[in-house]
């Protein structure tokens, strides 16, 4: 660094070191990891691990899972509140073995519209490209483009008008939508 003496560099290169240990004892430690390493078609070894430990990059509303580098380079342009923190990983941590994991908190409004999303295509059935043209479009242009079939598709499926539709699918309000029927599981005791 520019102005750094010898003293300062030695210092930050031991908290460097220190801090990378962390990681990689951490990393080691992990029970996901330790059964990636046992599989031999697995890509991560104990030295791999040491070049490169899987670590949790958190936000105040998601944590992504792999890398160092690639987390930080996947998420600079997400919008998760406050970050980000490179974290060890916990002992129990899951995470794919050759992709990021990403893991949102009960808090992330990101994950609230991608649900909200993809019910509102669930519900809209054949008229769920409305969903995306919305996004993808100003209010003015989307509502001029509504067919008088689609104003009333998004008024009888979703229970609100074209306007509250369009802030909808841009993630600026939340609908309440009637909940997706999910077949359970009844114990007939065997």
Known sequence: MDGESDEDFVVRAERCSHIAKVLVAACLKNACMQSYIDDPTSPHTVESVRRN????????????????????????????????????????????PDRITYLFRSNSLYNRRFHQRRRMKQLLGIHRALVGEA?????????????????????????????????????????DLPLEFVQGELDFGE
């Open 53 to 96: 430990p899987t670590v949790r990059v958190e936000y105040e509303q998601a944590i992504a899972i792999g890398g160092i580098g690639e987390c930080l380079a996947a998420t600079k342009t997400k919008n998760w509140g406050s970050g980000p923190s490179v974290m060890p990983l916990d002992m129990d941590d899951w995470f794919y």
């Open 135 to 175: 996004m993808a479009d100003t209010k003015k242009r989307f509502l001029a483009q509504l067919t008088t079939e689609q104003m009333t598709a998004i008024q009888r499926v979703l229970r609100v008008g074209p306007e509250r539709f369009w802030r909808a699918a841009k993630g600026r309000v939340f609908l």
